[in-house]
């Protein structure tokens, strides 16, 4: 795009899951908008993600509705049932102190495994079906705001006009800086170890959280005899084990994992994310909105960070949406007011429960483990509690866009 300047109702700075997903609702939703998505990876490279996520019951209602999910589907490994456990790690047995039947009421699963490169590849096909204009690999440097229009300025030297700008740039958004929003942020000095094992017998669909000293160590079941790990470590032990001899990080992963999928062997790369909390302050600007990571990075203690994301993608495309057809501004404070009332109270709440479980969870206090292991025992025992617990893991709750539900915008 070098010297150029080209026009988009909306701009969207990021073509991770969010940014595209936002992109292919808008444009699914709203006949001859002009969108446009910039990321800095080259759309190859995007599709080749090797790490897997998993995608909530609403999430998955909504990728089907913007009919992306049948090109997933065959990839993506519906998971059955869960077990969570709360051990030392030498223990020699891992009580068992809550189990999940993996299903909502209605009887759908209440999550899919996914492989990331899938989702991407798809989101990015279904894009390019829609009109959405690609701009990769390229990087938003700066955007000044008027009052019709935002001017977005780009690494190759092009600019870009619209009426709304999109951050969707990750959690250590840039845009967000500067737009002038501030932060609540906090390290946890922990990282999450994420990699794929293949192993010798069936994982059955079962998700295993163990509650280690720690920090949560999660098998979470991908197609085939596999399944994808998030490990969390004190992050000086997870750059080691990442960094270090493949036999050690081995004989480290069987001591946490146990024996009950056989021989294993590690199937991929792995890599350590530094875990954080980050809520942005402001959701929205005049002509200025954050979704996804850039709105709020959270601890994936639950899974959820990328599920927040495809909410705020939900909520945002149909405040939009439903300003456009009665003519209104997509950029207008007011319009995206009501994304930010939306989606404020869900995000904060989802940031406090993930926040709480991880302290509460991950250290080895007498006193605070018995109170842990009572309230996971009662859960356990209470239905009420527990088809509570999978609605919202689920991604059910609160009022619903209409993408969540599974209905068109
Ligand atoms: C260990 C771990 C495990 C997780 N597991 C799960 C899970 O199972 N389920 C779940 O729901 N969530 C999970 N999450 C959270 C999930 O990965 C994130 O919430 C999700 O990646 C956020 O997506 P995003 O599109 O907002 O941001 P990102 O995925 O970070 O994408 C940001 C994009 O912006 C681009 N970009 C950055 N700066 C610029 C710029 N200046 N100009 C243009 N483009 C730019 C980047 O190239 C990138 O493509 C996990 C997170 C971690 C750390």
Known sequence: ?????QHADVVVAGGGYVGLSLAVALADAVPGIAVA??????????AADLRASAIAAAA??????????????????????????????????????????????????????VPNGRLVGALLDRAAALGVRIVAPDRVTDFSVGDDDVRVT???????????????????SRLRAFAGIRTASWSYGQSGIVTTIAHERPHDGRAEEHFLPAGPFATLPLTGNRSSLVWTERTEVADRLVRGD?????????????????????DGPRVAYPLG???????????????????????PIAGQGL??????????????????RIGGDPGAIDVLEGYERWRRFDTWQMAAVTDV????????????????????????????????????????????PKLLTGAAI
């Open 1 to 5: 795009m070098t010297g150029s300047e």
């Open 37 to 46: 998505v910039i990321d800095l990876r080259r759309p190859a490279d995007a």
């Open 60 to 113: 998955r209602r909504m990728l089907e509705t913007l009919g992306v999910w049948s090109a997933i589907e065959p990839d993506a490994q519906p998971i059955l049932d869960m077990v969570v456990t709360d051990s030392r790690l030498d223990d020699v047995t891992r009580p068992v102190f809550l189990t999940f039947d993996g299903r909502t009421e209605d009887g759908e699963p209440f999550a899919h495994m």
């Open 154 to 172: 780009l690494a190759s030297g092009g600019t870009l006009r619209g009426r709304l700008l999109v951050a969707a740039d990750g959690v250590r």
């Open 246 to 266: 493949d036999m050690v990080f081995e004989v480290e992963l069987i001591r946490r994992l146990g024996h009950h999928l056989g021989e294993v062997r590690v």
């Open 277 to 299: 909390l980050t809520l942005a302050r402001d959701f929205v600007k005049p002509r200025f909105a954050l979704v996804g990571d850039a709105a709020h990075g959270i601890h």
């Open 307 to 324: 599920n927040l994301g495809f909410r705020d993608v939900a909520a945002l495309a149909e405040v939009l949406a439903d300003a456009l």
């Open 357 to 400: 479980l991880n302290r509460l969870f991950s250290n080895d206090l007498a006193p605070v483990r018995i109170v842990r292991d009572v309230g996971l025992g009662l859960v356990d025992r209470l239905p009420v509690l527990k088809r509570y617990f999978i609605g919202e893991a689920a991604g059910g709750g609160g009022a619903q």
